[in-house]
T-cell receptor, first 113, second 111 residues
Framework: DVKVTQSSRYLVKRTGEKVFLECVQDMDHENMFWYRQDPGLGLRLIYFSYDVKMKEKGDIPEGYSVSREKKERFSLILESASTNQTSMYLC????????????FGQGTRLTVV | QKEVEQDPGPLSVPEGAIVSLNCTYSNSAFQYFMWYRQYSRKGPELLMYTYSSGNKEDGRFTAQVDKSSKYISLFIRDSQPSDSATYLCAMSGTSYDKVIFGPGTSLSVIP
């Protein structure tokens, strides 16, 4: 069974903390994505990566950075967490030319207090 | 105007009803159309995938694309309580382009 695994289901962090969200996929996919999901706004793309050490900004990269040191792992970093980054964070992966068929992780519900 | 619009619901129907979920979009370059299903506290999963116009059927689910009207639909026949979820439409210009998601429609099927 194919899997995208996010390291935490729920996180509570304080304003100003540096936060790491980890994602691992076991499908040997080239593409990996980080989205945030907010009520009424749907999924918004933060960053994506199509290869190791490669990254591209999505629609809302401000306040975030990413790291992809290995093909199977894609990390999202909140440099200094703020309350407006409270959200559901979803990681996804797909094969290189099949971004339309993405597999998602279970999500991380992050609350910044 | 948002690129992809979708009525957020919630939509509540009795078990066995036919459900129609819809999205409109503004970008005529979209060629790939997807429907994702998201259960509560889970990530989305791909349900249906259609290229260009026309219909595609998979069991109780039918996806329909009308590119001339920039309108896509997902029909669920004989709806079941297990169909209760949020349904997200998504679309893209090519199979490797960025995918644009709608905000999702929340569906409840009442036994």
């Amino acid at each position: 069974d194919v899997k995208v695994t996010q390291s935490s289901r729920y996180l509570v962090k304080r304003t100003g903390e540096k936060v790491f969200l980890e994602c691992v996929q076991d499908m040997d996919h080239e593409n990996m994505f980080w989205y945030r999901q907010d009520p009424g706004l749907g999924l918004r793309l933060i960053y994506f990566s199509y290869d190791v050490k490669m990254k591209e900004k999505g629609d809302i990269p401000e306040g975030y950075s990413v790291s992809r040191e290995k093909k199977e792992r894609f990390s999202l970093i909140l440099e200094s967490a703020s309350t407006n980054q409270t959200s559901m964070y979803l990681c996804a992966s797909s094969s290189l030319h099949r971004a339309t068929e993405a597999f998602f992780g279970q999500g991380t519900r992050l609350t910044v207090v | 105007q948002k690129e992809v619009e979708q009525d957020p619901g919630p939509l509540s129907v009795p078990e066995g009803a036919i459900v129609s979920l819809n999205c409109t979009y503004s970008n005529s370059a979209f060629q790939y159309f997807m429907w994702y299903r998201q259960y509560s506290r889970k990530g989305p999963e791909l349900l249906m995938y259609t290229y260009s116009s026309g219909n595609k059927e998979d069991g109780r689910f039918t996806a329909q694309v009308d590119k001339s009207s920039k309108y896509i639909s997902l029909f669920i026949r004989d709806s079941q309580p297990s169909d209760s979820a949020t349904y997200l439409c998504a679309m893209s210009g090519t199979s490797y382009d960025k995918v644009i998601f709608g905000p999702g429609t929340s569906l409840s099927v009442i036994p």
